[in-house]
């Protein structure tokens, strides 16, 4: 008996001996797809943008209400060839080696390499010159008045890291590559990679030698990061508290996450508009019964497509309200988007019928949608409505549904004839949705959409410094989009968030997680 209780004796001494010297915040959150890769210029893709945010930084970033501000430069100045950044001293990597401008230079080359999903965003930089070890000029052909706020996910890698894992260039990822980036990380930002499961589990500890670290209200010590498919086993982990936070819960769930006790939601109206796009540039679809020409080629079953879509059915039923249909694909908030062409166009079946039979096509045609099942808010409920609407217009559609990391490369290789898509614009700028989605060799441009002087004009905002010329540039250009109809807008996103009483979580209209804002109480 008396050996007994010193054993019991000893093992509590040995137990508070290892304890920690203090309570860890673990912060554990969850939503419905994980990040696609760590290499931060692979995939443009938000929650993959937003994991890669903590591991690594940028030259400027967004606080939670969209305002740029320092993060590795420290200031920048523009001129006419170019935009000098001022860089932070004294920062170094998760490896413990220095911050230059080194680093600098060979990021932004590595985001110009063709495998990179962040071309159209640095592609206005023709070259890299170092000042000294903490100033670059960012050399660019005319002046750049959007460069900074093209550069707020363009990550800064290490440049010996990276070479010494062979990962000088980004990870291809719609051809399937493999390589140590994809897994493993060396930044600069206020987390560290301790263990990466894709699919299964991420975690990441605190980076306490963090420039940062002392200057941000974030008290977490260790996330914990679980992606969960189903939409009722990640309500259902939320409200065993089994997580903190659910990023995505679904809209159907809202009222009775709000209702519980100690779990609230927060809302916002997001920088994403959700649509369909259309290939009408190949000769022949792929998944149609129509052979030896292409529908989408014809403006008429555009226009026909757009008009066949409820959209207000699809905000009331599907999002539970949490929407605004739209006529165009960038949403309020980004310059060029305007009340006038923001309408939806009116849900006219009738029309779109007639449409169809002007245009060759009385009995419509059979087309495969392509649609992801855990990215965007209810976004394969949506496409199931769409069908059902294109179907009483005698559009037949064939629906597949699969993961984002099986969609997305559908859209960047161009083998869909018809996709969802949903866009989310950092720079706050039309540009951005120009550059990507509509002109020519756009690389999420799966349209074969081309039109000359939305080409021309894409080109030339990226230089012109006059805001009334760049305001009626941006206007023209949008006009001759909504003309030609080259995708379906569908709506606006307004995301929630659901989170337990004890955690402060800012959200912001790009849906992106900051725990360096973080408290957990």
Same mark, same amino acid.
């Given at each position: 008996m008396r050996q007994s209780r010193w054993l019991l004796a000893t093992a509590a001494v040995f137990a508070l001996a290892s304890a920690p010297a203090f309570a860890e915040n673990v912060f554990k959150?969850? *939503?419905?797809? #994980? @990040?696609l890769t760590l290499d931060p210029m692979s995939q443009n893709e938000g929650p993959t943008n937003a994991m890669n945010g903590q591991l690594y930084e940028s030259l400027?970033?967004?606080?939670?209400?969209? =305002?740029?501000? /320092?993060?590795?430069?420290?200031?920048?100045?523009?001129? @006419?060839?170019?935009?000098?950044?001022?860089?932070?001293? $004294?920062?170094?990597?998760?490896? $413990?080696?220095?911050?230059?401008?080194?680093?600098? =230079?060979?990021?932004?080359?590595?985001?110009?390499? /063709?495998?990179?999903?962040?071309?159209?965003?640095?592609?206005?930089? &023709?070259?890299?010159?170092?000042?000294?070890?903490? &100033?670059?000029?960012l050399m660019t052909d005319g002046p750049n008045p959007i460069l900074p706020n093209q550069l707020t996910s363009t990550y800064i890698l290490d440049k010996d890291w990276a070479e010494k894992n062979n990962v000088t260039t980004p990870q291809d990822f719609k051809a399937k590559q493999e390589t140590y980036a994809v897994r493993n990380a060396n930044g600069t930002g206020p987390f560290k990679v301790v263990s990466r499961a894709p699919d299964e589990l991420t975690v990441l500890a605190r980076?306490?030698?963090?420039?940062? +670290?002392k200057l941000f209200p974030g008290n977490i010590d260790r996330i914990e990061y679980r992606p969960i498919a189903n939409a009722a086993t990640r309500v259902a982990a939320l409200l065993s508290g089994e997580v903190d936070f659910v990023?995505?819960?679904?809209?159907? +769930?809202? =009222?009775?996450i709000e209702s519980a006790d100690g779990l609230k939601v927060i809302t916002v109206a997001q920088i994403r508009s959700i649509f369909f796009g259309m290939d009408q540039g190949v000769a022949e679809l792929r998944t149609s019964d129509v052979k030896g020409k292409n529908p989408f080629a014809d403006v008429r079953v555009r226009e026909a497509m757009n008009l066949a879509m409820d959209k207000v059915a699809i905000q009331r039923v599907v999002m539970e309200g949490l929407s605004f249909p739209t006529g165009m694909i960038t949403p309020p908030g980004v310059f060029g988007n305007t009340p006038e062409n923001d309408k939806p166009l009116p849900f006219d079946p009738e029309k779109a019928k007639a449409l169809l039979a002007d245009a060759g096509y009385p009995n419509g045609f059979t087309v495969q949608l392509d649609c992801p099942n855990n990215r965007y808010n209810n976004d394969e409920k949506i496409c199931q409505a769409a069908v059902a609407m294109l179907a009483k217009? $005698?559009? =037949?559609?064939?629906?597949?549904?699969?993961?984002? %990391?099986?969609?997305? /490369?559908?859209?960047?290789?161009?083998?869909?004839?018809?996709?969802?898509?949903?866009?989310?614009?950092?720079?706050?700028?039309?540009?951005?949705?120009? @550059?990507?989605?509509?002109?020519?060799?756009? *690389?999420?441009?799966?349209?074969?959409?081309?039109?000359?002087?939305?080409?021309?004009? &894409? @080109?030339?905002?990226? &230089?012109?410094?006059?805001i009334d010329k760049r305001t009626a540039m941006i206007e023209e250009a949008w006009n001759i989009v909504l003309a030609d109809k080259p995708y379906v807008p569908l709506h606006?996103?307004?995301? %929630?968030?659901?989170?337990?009483?004890?955690? #402060?979580?800012?959200?912001? %209209? +790009?849906? %992106?997680?900051?725990?360096r804002f973080i408290v957990m109480k």
């Amino acid at each position: 008996m008396r050996q007994s209780r010193w054993l019991l004796a000893t093992a509590a001494v040995f137990a508070l001996a290892s304890a920690p010297a203090f309570a860890e915040n673990v912060f554990k959150w969850a *939503s419905q797809g #994980d @990040a696609l890769t760590l290499d931060p210029m692979s995939q443009n893709e938000g929650p993959t943008n937003a994991m890669n945010g903590q591991l690594y930084e940028s030259l400027v970033t967004r606080d939670p209400q969209m =305002k740029l501000q /320092p993060e590795l430069a420290v200031s920048w100045t523009g001129a @006419a060839d170019g935009w000098t950044f001022k860089l932070r001293e $004294g920062v170094k990597f998760h490896d $413990g080696a220095d911050f230059t401008a080194e680093d600098v =230079k060979f990021s932004i080359e590595r985001a110009q390499s /063709p495998s990179s999903d962040f071309k159209e965003q640095v592609s206005g930089i &023709t070259s890299v010159q170092i000042i000294d070890d903490h &100033t670059v000029k960012l050399m660019t052909d005319g002046p750049n008045p959007i460069l900074p706020n093209q550069l707020t996910s363009t990550y800064i890698l290490d440049k010996d890291w990276a070479e010494k894992n062979n990962v000088t260039t980004p990870q291809d990822f719609k051809a399937k590559q493999e390589t140590y980036a994809v897994r493993n990380a060396n930044g600069t930002g206020p987390f560290k990679v301790v263990s990466r499961a894709p699919d299964e589990l991420t975690v990441l500890a605190r980076n306490t030698a963090w420039w940062g +670290d002392k200057l941000f209200p974030g008290n977490i010590d260790r996330i914990e990061y679980r992606p969960i498919a189903n939409a009722a086993t990640r309500v259902a982990a939320l409200l065993s508290g089994e997580v903190d936070f659910v990023l995505d819960p679904p809209l159907q +769930d809202l =009222k009775r996450i709000e209702s519980a006790d100690g779990l609230k939601v927060i809302t916002v109206a997001q920088i994403r508009s959700i649509f369909f796009g259309m290939d009408q540039g190949v000769a022949e679809l792929r998944t149609s019964d129509v052979k030896g020409k292409n529908p989408f080629a014809d403006v008429r079953v555009r226009e026909a497509m757009n008009l066949a879509m409820d959209k207000v059915a699809i905000q009331r039923v599907v999002m539970e309200g949490l929407s605004f249909p739209t006529g165009m694909i960038t949403p309020p908030g980004v310059f060029g988007n305007t009340p006038e062409n923001d309408k939806p166009l009116p849900f006219d079946p009738e029309k779109a019928k007639a449409l169809l039979a002007d245009a060759g096509y009385p009995n419509g045609f059979t087309v495969q949608l392509d649609c992801p099942n855990n990215r965007y808010n209810n976004d394969e409920k949506i496409c199931q409505a769409a069908v059902a609407m294109l179907a009483k217009v $005698g559009v =037949k559609v064939n629906l597949e549904a699969v993961s984002k %990391a099986q969609h997305f /490369p559908k859209i960047q290789k161009r083998t869909s004839d018809f996709y969802m898509l949903g866009w989310g614009v950092p720079t706050l700028d039309s540009h951005y949705v120009f @550059a990507y989605l509509l002109a020519d060799g756009g *690389s999420w441009n799966a349209t074969g959409y081309n039109n000359a002087r939305v080409n021309e004009i &894409t @080109a030339a905002i990226a &230089t012109e410094t006059d805001i009334d010329k760049r305001t009626a540039m941006i206007e023209e250009a949008w006009n001759i989009v909504l003309a030609d109809k080259p995708y379906v807008p569908l709506h606006h996103q307004v995301i %929630a968030w659901a989170m337990s009483n004890k955690v #402060d979580a800012p959200i912001g %209209a +790009d849906d %992106a997680l900051r725990p360096r804002f973080i408290v957990m109480k």
